[in-house]
């Protein structure tokens, strides 16, 4: 099996999750947060929404310098949604390379000082794909607290059994 055969339906499945839970935010829910020191809901979905983008960042250069960055900032479901489909079809285009390729380094970099360097199919394990669950299950916290609906995942939830 090639790496992209292995990748891309990953990427797929975590991308569908993904969309679930964006579908169930309330618009009038996107400002909430926890606590003081908590992203609020519209930055987390849209953070999960550029995750696939970095896909893309990671199997199309060699290295970010994250200096300057400036997260993605869509103000309605519908737009991040669609920023999430782009992003993954993007990043599916991006996997299609041959398994050498999934070999070669790629760093994080800010203003010249490495912030870390490893195998892109590392990266693309480790710092992007981990991403999906992680900030879906924050969101899901948040849903919780607001009593709002959690979508089953990888197996089924209190809320859909």
């Known amino acids: 099996m090639k790496i992209h055969e292995f990748l891309i ?19 009038d829910k996107m400002g909430w947060k926890p ?17 696939p983008s ?27 949604i669609k920023e999430l489909k782009t992003n993954a079809v993007a990043a599916e285009t991006s996997l299609k390379k041959p398994d050498s390729e ?8 800010k203003e010249g000082e490495t912030l870390f360097e490893m195998p892109k199919f590392n990266v ?3 710092m992007v794909m981990n991403q999906f669950p992680h900030h879906r299950a924050q969101l899901g916290v ?17 809320d859909e059994q």
């Open 142 to 158: 948040y849903f919780r607290l607001l009593d709002i609906s959690v979508p089953a995942t990888y197996g089924p939830s209190a």
């Open 54 to 80: 970095w896909i893309t960042g990671t199997m199309e250069a060699e290295a970010w310098d994250v200096q300057g960055y400036v997260a993605p900032n869509h103000a309605s479901v519908e737009d991040i």
């Open 35 to 51: 606590h003081e020191r908590s992203m609020t809901i519209k930055q987390i979905a849209n953070h999960l929404s550029e995750i």
């Open 9 to 27: 339906p990953q990427l797929q499945q975590e991308v569908a999750l993904t969309e679930k839970f964006l579908k169930r935010i309330p618009e």
């Open 124 to 126: 693309l394990q480790t």
């Open 102 to 109: 999934f070999e070669h380094t790629w760093k994080m970099t």
